[in-house]
């Protein structure tokens, strides 16, 4: 199942206190990037985000995006300052790497 577009609307504008984020539709789903790095994604009208050691510790739910696809953790908050604060860690631990 494809994730519609009333879904991304409101992904992104969870993500709206975060300058730098942009997204790619790629066979019915969308790729989410902040300042050009890949952080998650949105498959099957679900929010994920990559699995880092810092979002690991978050207890989030592991779930596989799509069959085969490498895991990745379920967000589950609705605080777009809660959401900055994780993105921005995961993708400066990304950045480390």
Known sequence: MATNKD?????LDLLREIDGITYKKMMGEYILYYEGTIFGGI????????????????HLKEVEPYPTG????????????????????????????
């Open 70 to 97: 490498k895991m990745m953790l379920l967000m589950d908050s609705e605080d777009p300052d809660e959401i900055k604060e994780i993105v921005i860690n995961i993708v400066n631990e990304m950045r480390k790497q």
């Open 7 to 11: 879904y991304l609307i409101y992904v």
């Open 43 to 58: 498959y099957d009208n679900r929010f994920l985000v990559k699995k880092t050691d810092y979002s690991s510790n978050l």
